[in-house]
C-alpha cells in the first residue's frame, strides 16, 4: 500500500494496530472521522475488503470493493478477483466501475 502522508503518521500507526487486531470496521470508522484524502480512505477500504473476502463475507467485501471506484487503481481489485470462484465478486465490480463512469 502507499505511504500515508507525513502528518498522517500517527494516525497511520492507530490504523495499522487496529489492522492486526482484525478490527478493520473500527480502522474504517476512524478513517472516516479523520477525514482522510480519498486515496488514503480508499486503501482502507480496500484492506477491509480483502479482509471481509478472505472470511467469506463477499456481499460485504463487494459494497468495500465498490467503494474503492475512483480512488483505487481498478487493476489492483481486479487482480485480487481474478480466481474462478471470484468471478461474482468480480462483475460487481466491474459494474461498479462502469456505473462510475
Avoid: C, M
Avoid at 37 to 66: D, F, I, K, M, N
Amino acid at each position: 500500500a502507499p505511504p500515508l502522508l507525513p502528518q498522517e503518521r500517527p494516525l497511520a500507526a492507530k490504523l495499522d494496530a487496529l489492522f492486526r487486531s482484525n478490527l478493520y470496521g473500527v480502522a474504517l470508522s476512524l478513517a472516516e472521522a479523520q477525514a482522510l484524502q480519498p486515496s488514503a480512505l480508499g486503501e482502507v477500504r480496500l484492506r477491509y475488503a480483502q479482509h471481509l473476502h478472505s472470511r467469506g463475507e463477499l456481499p460485504a467485501a463487494a459494497e468495500q470493493y465498490a467503494a474503492t471506484v475512483g480512488v483505487v487503481e481498478p487493476s489492483r481489485v481486479v487482480r485480487l478477483l481474478l480466481a474462478p470462484q471470484d468471478a461474482p465478486l468480480l462483475l460487481s465490480h466491474l459494474q461498479a466501475l462502469l456505473a462510475h463512469t
